[in-house]
């Protein structure tokens, strides 16, 4: 089956108006107030950080900063993954069961499904970090060129395998594949044939929504500049959160879209996930 762009795009559109109620309910609760959380908790080491940036452009020590500051909150990191990965795998539930479940339910099966979700995510950032680091140690045995010619071919390798594991959350969500590598498995099948069209799809999808989300952050964050130094912390907070909140709604919809097309679903059978 060839991957239609505009059938997806417009199936997460009709999915994302079909259950608008309910998707701010799970947004607001697992991808909002959480990050709003974080911002709110965090933002001044963060803001320590970019000055520290500017003060001391030295890009080795900005990498040390950054690490010791992500390597002390690490539970928080944790905590949100566990947190946002209940949500992306209750919400894609919501959107895609034929069997129409709660909220409640849907959660549950996320909740349910989490450690796979977890392995499999795992298993995906060690390819990723090995694909990364394969250049570095060539780079370090040989020549600079060399190093840089294994990175570009391990970069390539890279956007590969993400479109190829594409589909590893909807796997785990939709048809409730408990089992880490079947999951990564059945990504790799499903999107057999389409790595191309899937790839430019979602490049697509990513750029217009970062380029929105930060014209839109950049514009409210001047407004909130205005109105004191207490008050733009909070409101860029919220913002952010918003914005966090909307990007994974959007994102998920569309995975759920191209899961649905791929696996040979028809639109009627999801038309409504709630009546």
């Known amino acids: 089956m060839k991957f239609d762009m505009s059938a997806a795009w417009n199936e997460a559109v009709r999915l994302l108006a079909a259950n608008r109620d309910v998707l701010l309910i799970v947004a607001g609760v697992f991808f909002f107030l959480p990050y709003v959380g974080f911002m709110l908790m965090f933002t001044n080491e963060m803001a320590a950080l970019e000055a520290a940036q500017g003060a001391d452009p030295d890009p080795e020590a900005m990498g040390q900063a950054m690490l010791g500051f992500y390597g002390s909150i690490w539970w928080m990191i944790l905590l949100m993954a566990i947190v946002q990965g209940i949500g992306m795998l209750g919400l894609?539930?919501?959107?895609?069961?034929?069997?129409?479940?709660?909220?409640?339910?849907?959660?549950?099966?996320?909740?349910?499904?989490?450690?796979?979700?977890?392995?499999?995510?795992?298993?995906?950032?060690?390819?990723?970090?090995?694909?990364?680091?394969v250049p570095i140690a060539v780079g370090a045995g040989t020549s600079v060129a060399t190093g840089v010619l294994v990175g570009i071919v391990a970069f390539v390798l890279l956007v590969y395998l993400f479109t190829k594991f594409l589909l590893v959350t909807p796997v785990i969500a939709i048809e409730r594949v408990g089992n880490p590598l079947a999951a990564l498995g059945r990504s790799w099948r499903l999107t057999k044939g389409n790595s191309l069209r899937l790839f430019f799809f979602i490049l697509l999808l990513l750029v217009a929504l970062v380029v929105v989300g930060g014209v839109i952050s950049?514009?409210?964050?001047?407004?909130?500049?205005?109105?004191?130094?207490?008050?733009?912390?909070?409101?860029?907070?919220?913002?952010?959160?918003?914005?966090?909140?909307?990007?994974?709604?959007?994102?998920?919809?569309?995975?759920?879209?191209?899961?649905?097309q791929l696996t040979g679903g028809s639109p009627e059978a999801v038309s409504e996930t709630f009546s």
């Open 218 to 260: 950049m514009i409210l964050g001047l407004i909130l500049a205005l109105a004191g130094e207490e008050v733009a912390r909070i409101g860029n907070a919220i913002v952010s959160g918003l914005v966090n909140g909307v990007f994974y709604v959007i994102f998920l919809a569309v995975l759920a879209a191209i899961h649905r």
């Open 92 to 133: 894609l539930a919501l959107l895609s069961d034929r069997s129409r479940p709660t909220v409640g339910e849907a959660l549950k099966i996320g909740l349910k499904m989490l450690l796979p979700y977890l392995g499999a995510q795992i298993l995906v950032s060690v390819l990723y970090g090995l694909l990364l680091l």
